[in-house]
């Protein structure tokens, strides 16, 4: 059986070896790097499962180098380690492609949790998804296995945590689904940051939408949300 294989970017090198050592001690496979300023030919090489990327480096920090990930493989998961814990931190992390967000300092098994929910989930979207023949959402159409949304002739390059919640909601067409449903299935637990974390992919969802009038994720107070598709 071949093993995961985790990207993690990290200078401080002895909390590095520690969280290296322990990965590895629950039979993934760790590349790690202090900086990440060749990135981009180790990804190619090196082919990880997932990203593991420190905020605060030397010389690029990780929400650059997840951009540039992101542009080399936008189905590959990342997640970032960071102290800085502020809406506005989280808000660019996810804009700059990640789809988790832990904060310093954590403890093992909370990553590791999260690194298997994670690919659990990637694995769960790319086995339904066996075509590429779309799924139409009013007049934009969403390829969920090539992580894209097509509407006005344009493509918008997703990451794999929006690409999960617009399969939801391609899902619910006209239909109603609970919060805690939606926090469970993505993120495996309805915890106040990932909630936090929702609300930010909600915005950028209904931002996505707003090229057709007719749809709207309506938001129901104490439940969740109606999504509308005129």
Known sequence: MHKTKILYVEDELYLGKIVKESLESR???????????????????????????????????????????????PELPIIYLTAKNQLADVVKGFN?????????????????????????????????????????????????????LHFNGEVRKLSNREAQLLHIFANHQNQSIGRKEILMEVWGDDSIFNSRNLDVYIKKIRGYFKSDSHLEIVTLKGYGYHFVVG
């Open 27 to 73: 039979d993934f496979e760790v590349k790690m790097l202090s900086d990440g300023l060749n990135i981009l030919p180790i990804l190619e090489s090196f082919q990880p499962h997932i990203c593991v990327l420190d905020v605060m480096l030397p010389k690029k920090d990780g929400f650059t180098i997840g951009q540039e990930v992101r542009e080399k493989r």
């Open 96 to 148: 700059s492609g990640g789809n988790d967000y832990v904060k310093k300092p954590f403890s093992m098994e909370e990553l590791i949790l999260r690194i298997n929910n994670i690919l659990n989930l990637s694995k769960q979207q790319t086995s339904a998804n066996t075509n590429d023949q779309g799924i139409a959402i009013g007049s934009l159409k969403f390829l969920p296995k090539k992580y894209e």
